[in-house]
């Protein structure tokens, strides 16, 4: 089925803004503003990502009773249990946790279950051989949210168990010591999308902080990041947030990892001291891990990640390669079986198939391959006897998880994410689950089961530079969430196209009139025949190095070709509730704007009573605020937050209204005032004073626009050398204490290499780094942005006091 491809509209002036205080390209900057990154500060975060972002394990309701309980079981030298599961994430997680437990001196033993012959989560046998075993803790990694019965159990053994999950909960909770799980209503942590070794991680810092050698400092945590890495992007949770600032440093880390078992099978792999992207972790190094637990047991996958001997690490990676290739073979025979039990039939909205002879560990796998190729909600199920388990992936927009819970009536067991889940039922009820979905799947719109290819930016062929690529992979790692950027050309000049491979399964193409752009489309050989007689076409395509005799080239790694493509163009910024539509909303046929000019008139001769509803946009603080009334403004500048207690809903107070809005007191930057303009004429306001308008203070332009001089620079850098001559890594005060002015100038530091920091606990931890060469402040992206913006910000401010009202409109 021919794809549809979506691009949005152009954002225009804040994508323009965007790239000209960053110093990017346009299509990057109209890249991530489209990304919902259209504050400079956003996308610098984003673009530089900082440990010192991270976020306090200690934001978990529960962390702290769990470091206590663990403190204890080590005090009282008591065994420990971790019970993880057998897909990267488990296994990671659970080697993470394990070797940190013992590094701490505590007494641990790690468990992972069997799939064929346990299945997924905690189980009763288990629970009753960890009792005999004298276990008193037991903690999960990537399961147990769901385990009601078998906690309780666990508790009448006198074992305490404290949950470490990440997948969405039920309605009932098991009544364990402690949950750690983001996805908890009332978790307490801001960012509910972190890997199940994600939530390992956190266990793993807060022991650290509270139970570890404090001199060993920050590398003591970041030594266990590859395997965050390695675990949240086999895991699929989105790359954004907290978890790109783990994958991001993870990858780092994995690059001179100190675990054998991750050194040897990045040898395997052929990775060894390269520079690793997700994509490479994902297809390459993970699929080895999941081999082990899909196909048998999980232990060897453990054992890898666990062991310090370098020979067995070799001789298990071997291993896994080969257990890894038995599972492509079993996934190919499945995936053939599969795709002709489907052709010839008409297509369902929902596909369900199942066999008695297909492997459950490798189901998952396959009903992704067939989501490919058909564009379909698919769940595969593996018959065994009477009973049978199930894999099921989705389609954007279709909720897995929420349409599994429709058929809760004919599901032994379920549980899982939005996009993937899995599942156990009788086998006779295979047939009225197969019923059920797709009686539910007519609720949805026909045009969800239309695949649609999200083209991030059309360019031209002329665009196309190693300056570009270079700029789009700062926005890496790319993944689940993160997609790596789609590129367009329509109408491109068709050179040559020609097939190669082994199997001639792959196409060759040559774009521009001269054939200088090269590009490659793998699997898609047998559109040869439609494709050779055009001479121009659309191409929609990634970037990426084509590397031969020591050249590096750019190519077009195509995602889809078409003589003319179907183009959808949906409304620049679809969210009505977001900043970028507000703006453009702004701009449409509305009446215009009657400035009254109140600049240079003191509060006493404003021509209003007082009495009036007024909204305000204040701009006196350190931050502007919409505010509702006049008694409460002052037009004085200053560096205090505003009252959050004055920020009123503006639906409850009322809209539209026959006074007029006001800016009180001078913006500091452009966007500062286009934001307040925009918010009054959501309100139906057209009629706006300028009011108050001082000159600030030289220190609060330099905090909304996030500068701190060379010399602020300088004092600061002399400052953490001097305390790195004392203790390198060292602490350096509270995280609460530290001024915007000093974290700014780290992540700057930072940013040049200086420093290694690390955040996320109650004190910042900073290992000094000696400089190699004499360093350029203009090479920190952040430095870069903050002088721009700073000399922006004072010309716009010149204009707004002096400028003639004219100007405005």
């Known amino acids: 089925m ?28 109209e890249i991530l503003v489209q990304r919902g990154l259209h504050q400079p500060e956003k996308a610098i975060e984003f673009l530089r990502p900082t440990l010192l972002n991270l976020i306090s394990p200690f934001c978990f309701c529960d962390m702290l009773k769990t470091v206590e309980r663990l403190s204890l079981a080590l005090e009282r030298k008591e065994k420990v249990l971790i019970y993880g599961d057998y897909d990267v994430d488990g296994v990671t997680s659970t080697t993470l946790l394990y070797k940190v437990l013992i ?51 666990a508790k009448t053994l006198n074992i305490d168990v404290i949950i470490t999950d990440h997948h969405e909960p039920h309605e009932a909770l098991p009544e364990a010591f402690a949950i750690i799980n983001p996805k908890l209503e009332n978790s307490g942590y801001p960012f ?23 001199e060993v400092g920050i590398q003591s945590e970041l030594e266990f ?64 891990i999941n081999a082990a637990g899909r196909m048998d047991s999980a232990r060897a996958g453990l054992e890898l990640l666990l062991t310090e001997d370098s020979e067995r690490a070799n001789e298990l990676a071997r291993q896994l390669t080969r257990e890894n290739q038995v599972r492509q073979e079993t996934e190919k025979q499945i995936l053939a079986e599969a795709i002709a039990l489907l052709e010839g039939e008409p297509l ?18 396959v009903a992704s391959r067939l989501v490919e190729r058909y564009y379909r909600p698919v769940f595969m199920i593996a018959e065994d006897g009477e009973e049978a388990k199930g894999s099921a992936r989705g389609i954007a927009g279709y909720p897995v998880l929420e349409q599994l819970s429709t058929q809760a009536a004919v599901l032994t067991k379920f549980g899982g994410h939005r996009q993937a ?17 797709n009686k539910q799947a007519l609720a949805f719109e026909e045009s969800m089961f239309q695949e649609v290819l999200r083209i991030d930016c059309k360019v031209a062929i002329d665009d196309i530079s190693g300056e570009l690529l270079r700029q789009l992979e700062q926005m890496a790692p790319f993944g689940f969430g993160n997609p790596g950027p789609v590129l367009a050309c329509q109408g491109v000049r068709l050179h040559s196209v020609n097939a190669v491979g082994k199997e001639q399964s792959h196409l060759k193409f040559r774009f521009g009139s001269q054939g200088e752009q090269e590009g490659i489309g793998f699997r898609i050989g047998e559109r ?32 889809d070709i078409q003589a003319e493509a179907n183009w959808l163009n949906p409304s620049t910024i679809s969210c009505p509730s977001g900043d970028a539509y507000q703006e453009v909303a702004a701009a449409r046929e509305e009446p215009e704007i009657e400035w009254l000019d109140w600049r240079n008139l003191t509060r006493d001769k404003w021509p209003i009573t007082g009495h009036e509803p007024l909204w305000i946009w204040d701009s006196t603080g350190s931050k502007p605020i919409l505010k509702f009334g006049f008694d409460s403004i002052s037009t ?174």
């Open 192 to 214: 509910r999308d972190l890997a199940g070794v994600g939530v390992a991680f956190k266990l793993a810092q807060a022991l650290l902080k509270t139970l570890g050698n404090q």
């Open 103 to 153: 590094d701490l001196g505590l007494k641990a033993v790690a468990y992972i279950p069997h799939r064929q012959d346990e299945g997924y989560g905690l189980h009763a046998e288990a629970i009753e051989r960890a009792a005999k075993m004298g276990v008193r803790v037991l903690i999960t990694v990537d399961c147990g949210v769901t385990a009601v019965s078998e906690v309780e159990l």
């Open 636 to 809: 004085e500048h200053t560096l205090e937050e505003p009252n959050k207690t004055q920020l009123l809903d503006q639906d409850r107070v009322g809209n539209a209204c026959e006074s007029p809005g006001m800016i009180l007191g001078l913006p500091l930057t452009e966007e500062d005032f286009r934001e307040g303009v925009g918010k009054l004429r959501k309100l139906g306001i057209f009629r706006i004073a300028l009011a108050g308008f001082q000159s600030p203070p030289e220190e609060l332009v330099h905090q909304r626009c996030f500068y701190i001089s060379r010399e602020e620079l300088i004092l600061l850098y002399r400052d953490l050398l001097a305390k790195s001559k004392t203790s390198n890594p060292f602490h350096w005060g509270a995280d609460l204490t530290i001024t915007n002015k000093e974290k700014i100038g780290l992540k700057i530091l930072e940013e040049l290499g200086l420093i290694r920091c690390l955040g996320g606990t109650d004190e910042i931890v900073l290992e000094w780094i000696p400089a190699q060469s004499k360093l350029d402040l203009n090479s920190s992206l952040r430095f870069r942005f903050a002088k721009e913006r700073l000399d922006q910000a004072l010309k716009f401010q010149h204009k707004l006091i002096a400028a003639p009202l004219q100007w405005l409109v």
């Open 348 to 365: 369902p909205r929902v596909i369900v198939l199942s066999a008695g002879h297909w492997h459950h560990g490798v189901i998952g796998i």
């Open 2 to 29: 021919k794809r549809i491809w979506s691009v949005q509209h152009s954002s225009g002036r804040m994508s323009e803004t965007l790239g000209r205080l960053l110093g990017i390209s346009p299509v990057v900057s």
């Open 421 to 437: 889940a899995g599942f156990s039922l009788h086998t006779k009820d295979i047939g009225k689950l197969r019923e059920g979905l």
């Open 528 to 559: 040869l025949p439609e494709l050779k007689g055009l001479q121009e076409l659309d191409a929609a395509f990634a970037l990426d190095w084509n590397t031969f005799r020591g050249r590096e080239d750019v190519q077009l790694m195509i995602k």
């Open 225 to 288: 990041l590859d395997l965050v890495a390695l675990g949240t992007i086999a895991d699929l949770v989105p790359l954004v947030g907290e978890n790109r600032i783990l994958v991001h440093y993870g990858l780092r880390q994995m690059e001179v990892t100190s675990h054998p078992g991750l050194e040897a099978l990045l040898e395997e792999c052929g990775l060894a001291d390269k520079s690793l992207k997700a994509g490479q972790i994902g297809f390459m190094v993970a699929p080895r």
